[in-house]
C-alpha cells in the first residue's frame, strides 16, 4: 500500500517507451506473461488471452478504469502492467507486473509501477496496492524500494503492498 500527493517523475531510459496496450500487442504480451509466470499458477486461473481484452461490459458502463501499459526496447515488449481504479475514494489497484529478463536490467519493472501510479493518480485516487506473488522475490523488493509498504501476505501464495 502507498500513500501518493502527486505524480512521480518517469523518466525512461531513451530506448524504452512505455505506452498504452494496443490489440495488437495481445500475442506478445500473453507469450511474455506465460514466460514470465508459473505455468501451475496460469493454470489455475485459467489465464487466457481472453483476459488480455477489455470487457464488454466494462466498455460499456465504465465503472472502473482499467489501463494496460508496456514497455518495448529496440521495438520489442519487454514488459507489461495494468492498472485500475474506481473512484478517488477507493485505492487503485496495479497488477499483473510482468518484465522479460532483458528489462529486468534495465529496470523496466521500476518504470512501468511508475507508470501505473502516475494513470491511478491522474483517475484521483490516492491510495495503491500492488499485488505480487510470493515466489516474486525480486518484484516484491522493487516494489518495496518503490515505497510501497506491505498491507497484506498470505503465506506462499501472495504478499500485497
Do not use: C
Not at 500500500?1 to 490489440?23: G, N, T, Y
Not at 481484452?53 to 495494468?82: D, E, N, P
Not at 518484484?139 to 506491505?150: C, H, K, Q, S
Amino acid at each position: 500500500m502507498k500513500d501518493v500527493d502527486s505524480e512521480e517523475l518517469l523518466e525512461p531510459a531513451p530506448d524504452i517507451k512505455i505506452r498504452d496496450f494496443q490489440k495488437d500487442d495481445i500475442d506478445p504480451v500473453y507469450r511474455l506473461i506465460a514466460e514470465s509466470e508459473d505455468s501451475e499458477h496460469l493454470r489455475i486461473f485459467d489465464f487466457t488471452k481472453k483476459e488480455l481484452q477489455t470487457s464488454f461490459v466494462q466498455r460499456l458502463f465504465r465503472f472502473s478504469t482499467q489501463k494496460k501499459l508496456v514497455a518495448s526496447f529496440g521495438g520489442r515488449i519487454v514488459g507489461y502492467v495494468s492498472a485500475s481504479y474506481t473512484t478517488p475514494k477507493q485505492a487503485g489497484r496495479i497488477g499483473s507486473v510482468n518484465v522479460t529478463s532483458e528489462g529486468k536490467s534495465l529496470d523496466v519493472e521500476k518504470l512501468l509501477i511508475r507508470a501505473a501510479t502516475n494513470e491511478i493518480v491522474k483517475g484521483g485516487a490516492r491510495r495503491i496496492r500492488v499485488t505480487v506473488s510470493a515466489k516474486e522475490k525480486d518484484l516484491i523488493e522493487t516494489v518495496r524500494d518503490l515505497g510501497f509498504t506491505e498491507a497484506l501476505s498470505m503465506y506462499a501464495m501472495i504478499t500485497e503492498f
